[in-house]
Every structure is written in structure tokens, then in C-alpha cells.
């Protein structure tokens, strides 16, 4: 009987066997709006090993991969690089139904699937640096911890040069082109900004460690299979210096202005803002919430120098879409930004102080203190707005080194 589904070869020995999830649009909070992939890899050894899971209702999808290559009886070995259930929600089922000899984690990563799923000690630890020996082929694993979860673990195969990264250099982007050198890079770069803005920014001191550590293992690496989106195989060295890039993360001579409105006022304000940034020399770009969603601010914010925040106030507070975007982007942590809060109000007017306080709390540089204006603004406000966003743009020039 042909098999509904068939896995993709990768190399001479290894196979995808993954699934497609075509339709999710929201991955804890992050839009995905191409979709995503949930990638697991059989490794043809002597000791045949599958390379993760995927989530729970896309497993029958994985095992007719499996069955396209072998009998999934006959897998050997399983490797958990990542306990999130988007990679293990699948795990204790194909464990009932393969009966694996070994089943490998982190030791973090052990205790994370033994809480999740309770499952009785069926989950062995392998250390940091250590190997799997497969026969006539060797895995090593290495800790990335908090990479993104503290349980992270990527595997190198060595007689592929194949790098299992597990949620590293990975990104949302359902296809049935399964490599990069499929896509056009444009679009890789746009969705793997994303996918790092998303999840990864938090971690950056972190990433910058576990590159330096992957350069340091003194292999070589032909391609990074990470656990969403495709495969690298041609444009590695360019992901890598991604990454190098986004976690060093140099303020760049732009500013991200994130707002929502009530009567078009606040609106208004963000507009001759980015007027005046404009005229000062700086780019800028205006994402009214309703419109753009929290995790596009994220991914625009990842080469910026400053970040703009305007809220109408409603019952004494922030409108809710902008606390939402700023608690949102609070938890990611980005770094080295400057700024300031703006609004419009009627009668009382707390949502820029609101907005400061969050600020301060990001450690965000408050350049100036916050324009408040009462119901429309007048040509005089809007002027007075336009001129604030003249002096944020000759102090990005001073930060980003524009000149």
C-alpha cells in the first residue's frame, strides 16, 4: 500500500519526515501568517534514529514519512533536542507504538517531557557533549540552554556534517520546498528576522555564546536541519552572520512608532512624528495596532535605535491593543533604544505616563518628555509633533553612527 505521505531525502543518510501545518496563524502570540513546518529527520544507520517529533495531530503524518524509508518498528533510537510539544506532543505515542531500544534528552530536557507527559522514567539523559554511537555513525549532542527553553540541545552528525538545530536558525514558513536554496532569500531573511525578533531576542546574550561554541567545536557543517521552516544547505554561512547581527543588535538609525487611536487623534500625532523623522534624516516606520500585529513591531524593532509608543487614554489607563504590543515586547527584551510616549485624551490623560513607566522599565532611553494633547489636535500640536520627531531623528544619528 502506497504511503499518503513520503519523506524528502536530506542526504545519503538522513531523511525528513516532518509535517506541514499549512493553516496555524498564531504561534503563542507571534503571527504566522505563512504557516509552519514541524520538522523530524530518520537518520539511516545502523541504528536507526529519529531526530524529534512533531506536534500531536500531526503524527500520523510523521509515521507515514517514516513508513515511506522503514517500518517505524524499526527505529532504534529517538532523540528529543527540545521538549516543547510542537516537537513532543507526538513523543509518547510513537514511543507506544515503536518501542525504541533508548530514548535520548538533555538532562533538563528529561525532566520537562517527564512533566508534560509523565512518562514513567522512558526518557534517558545524554550529557552535554556526549555521544550516541549508531553503529557506522556518531551523534554528539551539545547543551543550548535557554536557546530557547532551558532543555535546548542541538545534535551534529558527523559523516554528514549535519547539524540538527532544533529551534535555532529556524523560521515559520509552511512549503513543500524543503531547502533554502528553494526560496528566495529575501524571504528567508524576512521570516527568519521574525522567527529570531519573536523568539529568540530575549536569549541574545546567549545565542552570541552558542556560536562562538558551534565555531569553536572545530567541525565543519554542509547543513543545519532546524526544527521549523527549511533546511540549510547553501546559504549557512549567511544565516550564521544573521544571527550574529540580530543578537549583537547595534542600534540602527530608525525609529518604530506603535500606536492605536480612538477618533483618529493619537493617529494623527504618530503621523507627524514620522513627518519629522523623515525631514530629520531618520527612517521610520508607523505600525497602528489593528492594523499591524505585536509580533510585527518586534521584528521591526530588531534593527532600530528608537521605539515611539502613543496610546489614547480610556478609563484612566492605556488603550488595550498598545498594553498588549508593550507588555508583549517588554518580555523580548530588546536593547540599546531610545524614545518617548504620545497621546491624545479628554479628560484625565494617565496613558502617556503609563507608557513611560513601561519604557523605563525596558530600559529604554526617554529622550524627551511625553506630548499629550487634549481631544483633536490643533495645527500648532501637530507641529509641535512633527519638531519632536526632528530632534528623536538627530539623536538616532548620534546612537546608530549615521553621521
Keep these: 500500500m502506497e504511503n499518503a505521505f513520503t519523506a524528502v531525502k536530506v542526504t545519503d543518510h538522513v531523511y525528513w519526515v516532518g509535517a506541514v501545518d499549512w493553516n496555524i496563524r498564531d504561534f503563542h502570540g507571534y503571527a504566522t501568517d505563512r504557516g509552519t513546518t514541524y520538522n523530524a529527520y530518520l537518520v539511516m544507520a545502523d541504528r536507526v534514529t529519529l531526530i524529534d517529533t512533531v506536534k500531536k495531530p500531526f503524527m500520523d503524518e510523521m509515521l507515514s514519512r517514516i513508513a515511506?524509508?522503514?517500518e517505524p518498528s524499526k527505529i532504534d533510537f529517538i532523540v528529543s533536542n527540545h521538549s516543547e510539544m510542537d516537537h513532543s506532543g507526538s513523543l509518547p505515542a510513537v514511543i507506544e507504538a515503536v518501542r525504541p531500544e533508548k530514548v535520548f534528552a538533555s538532562a533538563n530536557g528529561r525532566t520537562a517531557l517527564e512533566e508534560h507527559f509523565h512518562m514513567n522514567g522512558s526518557v534517558g539523559e545524554i550529557a552535554d557533549g556526549g555521544e550516541i554511537d549508531l553503529g557506522n555513525m556518531k551523534i554528539t549532542c551539545y547543551e543550548t540552554r535557554m536557546l530557547h527553553w532551558p532543555?535546548?540541545?542541538v545534535s551534529y552528525l558527523h559523516e554528514d556534517r549535519l547539524l540538527f538545530?532544533?529551534?535555532?536558525?529556524g523560521m515559520h514558513l509552511a512549503s513543500t520546498d524543503l531547502f533554502d536554496d528553494a526560496h528566495p532569500l529575501r524571504l528567508l531573511e524576512e521570516e527568519a528576522a521574525k522567527y529570531y525578533a519573536n523568539i529568540l531576542?530575549?536569549?541574545?546574550?546567549?545565542?552570541?555564546?552558542?556560536?562562538e561554541r558551534i565555531a569553536g567545536l572545530g567541525v565543519d557543517i554542509d547543513i543545519v536541519a532546524p526544527d521549523h521552516g527549511p533546511v540549510w544547505r547553501k546559504n549557512i554561512g549567511w544565516i550564521f552572520d544573521a544571527y550574529r547581527r540580530w543578537a549583537e543588535r547595534e542600534p540602527g538609525n530608525k525609529a518604530v512608532i506603535f500606536h492605536d487611536t480612538m477618533w483618529g487623534s493619537t493617529d494623527l500625532m504618530a503621523r507627524a512624528i514620522a513627518d519629522g523623522l523623515r525631514a530629520g534624516g531618520a527612517g521610520v516606520k508607523v505600525l497602528r495596532l489593528g492594523s499591524a500585529h505585536r509580533s510585527d513591531i518586534a521584528t521591526e524593532l530588531l534593527d532600530a535605535g528608537a521605539i515611539v509608543v502613543g496610546s489614547p487614554t480610556i478609563n484612566n489607563q492605556i488603550f488595550p491593543t498598545v498594553a498588549d504590543a508593550l507588555t508583549y515586547i517588554t518580555g523580548l527584551k530588546p536593547k540599546g533604544l531610545v524614545g518617548f510616549a504620545f497621546g491624545s485624551?479628554?479628560?484625565?490623560?494617565e496613558s502617556v505616563k503609563h507608557i513611560e513607566e513601561a519604557l523605563a522599565g525596558m530600559r529604554v532611553e526617554l529622550v524627551a518628555e511625553g506630548i499629550k494633547v487634549r481631544y483633536v489636535p490643533t495645527d500648532e500640536d501637530l507641529a509641535a509633533?512633527?519638531?519632536?520627531g526632528v530632534e528623536l531623528a538627530v539623536k538616532l544619528r548620534e546612537i546608530s553612527g549615521a553621521g
Design 68 to 70: 515511506s524509508v522503514i
Design 151 to 153: 532543555d535546548s540541545m
Design 165 to 169: 538545530s532544533q529551534d535555532a536558525f
Design 201 to 211: 531576542m530575549p536569549f541574545s546574550h546567549l545565542v552570541l555564546k552558542a556560536l
Design 345 to 349: 485624551y479628554g479628560w484625565s490623560g
Design 385 to 388: 509633533c512633527r519638531a519632536r
